[in-house]
């Protein structure tokens, strides 16, 4: 049976984490909410590299085969850091810029992510390349990990929030938002309800699974047979992630 880690900010990885136990039901996740610390989005680089190291110390002590770092905050703050001082595998996120700028027929794509995944250079290296041939529009999803944090996914004050960030992504003529931070998954009702039919809203959760998938067979590590027994945990309290899982 494969051990695989899931760290995260708080919640948010759990939209990960549904789309990885549905190609692998199987095997064991260990999750880790670092929600005493969260948000990540503003914090520094360095203090989000210091939680990514202590909980990736934390995950290979329960075994983690391979962690994914569920987090496009901490993937841009950690990742090459995290893949330079363990010897197992690491699965990050990005904004899915690629399929947006391909599938636009607007020519005008939106990027809804935190402060800290919008600066960090893996992003602006991938914006690089499409930069181009489309217009790329950007938006901090502000108040949003906040309201998933506290289980807030379908109220007046919620749809409000939503709008307040999305409004100039559609005002700008994007038919493609990219969800660049794993918490904003769980707004997508409430987005695609503001933004209508004509504009399509880009999850990589799935692909992400799809990854994991293939780097734990590329690596050769086992797989099992029987239902996993999963583990979640947090650095603050779990009601909310208990109830979300
Ligand atoms: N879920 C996170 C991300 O994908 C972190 C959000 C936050 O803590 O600000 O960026």
Same mark, same amino acid.
């Given at each position: 049976?494969?051990?695989?880690?899931?760290?995260?900010?708080?919640?948010?990885?759990?939209?990960?984490?549904?789309?990885?136990?549905?190609?692998?039901?199987?095997?064991?996740?260990?999750?880790?909410?670092?929600?005493?610390?969260?948000?990540?989005?503003?914090?520094?680089?360095?203090?989000?590299?210091?939680?990514?190291?202590?909980?990736?110390?934390?995950?290979?002590?329960?075994?983690?085969?391979?962690?994914?770092?569920?987090?496009?905050?901490?993937?841009?703050?950690?990742?090459?850091?995290?893949?330079? =001082?363990?010897?197992?595998?690491?699965?990050?996120?990005?904004?899915?810029?690629?399929?947006?700028?391909?599938?636009?027929?607007?020519?005008?794509?939106?990027?809804?992510?935190?402060?800290?995944?919008?600066?960090?250079?893996?992003?602006?290296?991938?914006?690089?390349?499409?930069?181009?041939?489309?217009?790329?529009?950007?938006?901090?999803?502000?108040?949003?990990?906040?309201?998933? =944090?506290?289980?807030?996914?379908?109220?007046?004050?919620?749809?409000?929030?939503?709008?307040?960030?999305?409004?100039?992504?559609?005002?700008?003529?994007?038919?493609?938002?990219?969800?660049?931070?794993?918490?904003?998954?769980?707004?997508?009702?409430?987005?695609?309800?503001?933004?209508?039919?004509?504009?399509?809203?880009?999850?990589?959760?799935?692909?992400?699974?799809?990854?994991?998938?293939?780097?734990?067979?590329?690596?050769?590590?086992?797989?099992?047979?029987?239902?996993?027994?999963?583990?979640?945990?947090?650095?603050?309290?779990?009601?909310?992630?208990?109830?979300?899982?």
């Amino acid at each position: 049976m494969a051990v695989i880690g899931i760290m995260d900010s708080g919640v948010g990885g759990l939209s990960v984490f549904r789309e990885a136990v549905k190609l692998l039901p199987h095997e064991r996740f260990i999750y880790y909410a670092d929600n005493a610390n969260c948000p990540y989005g503003d914090k520094s680089a360095a203090f989000i590299c210091e939680r990514a190291r202590a909980i990736t110390e934390l995950l290979i002590s329960k075994g983690a085969q391979v962690v994914v770092v569920a987090c496009n905050t901490a993937t841009a703050a950690a990742i090459s850091t995290l893949r330079a =001082e363990y010897d197992i595998p690491f699965i990050g996120m990005e904004p899915a810029v690629k399929p947006a700028a391909l599938g636009t027929e607007t020519g005008v794509i939106g990027v809804l992510a935190t402060a800290g995944t919008l600066k960090g250079s893996r992003y602006l290296e991938t914006k690089g390349h499409y930069q181009d041939d489309v217009k790329i529009v950007e938006h901090v999803g502000r108040g949003f990990v906040e309201l998933v =944090e506290s289980g807030d996914l379908h109220s007046e004050n919620t749809f409000r929030t939503v709008e307040e960030s999305i409004r100039p992504l559609l005002d700008a003529g994007a038919d493609r938002i990219v969800l660049g931070c794993t918490h904003y998954p769980f707004l997508r009702e409430v987005i695609e309800k503001i933004a209508g039919p004509q504009v399509q809203v880009i999850d990589p959760a799935p692909a992400v699974a799809k990854h994991l998938l293939e780097v734990i067979g590329e690596k050769g590590i086992e797989l099992g047979n029987s239902i996993g027994e999963n583990e979640f945990m947090a650095s603050g309290t779990d009601a909310v992630l208990k109830k979300m899982i």
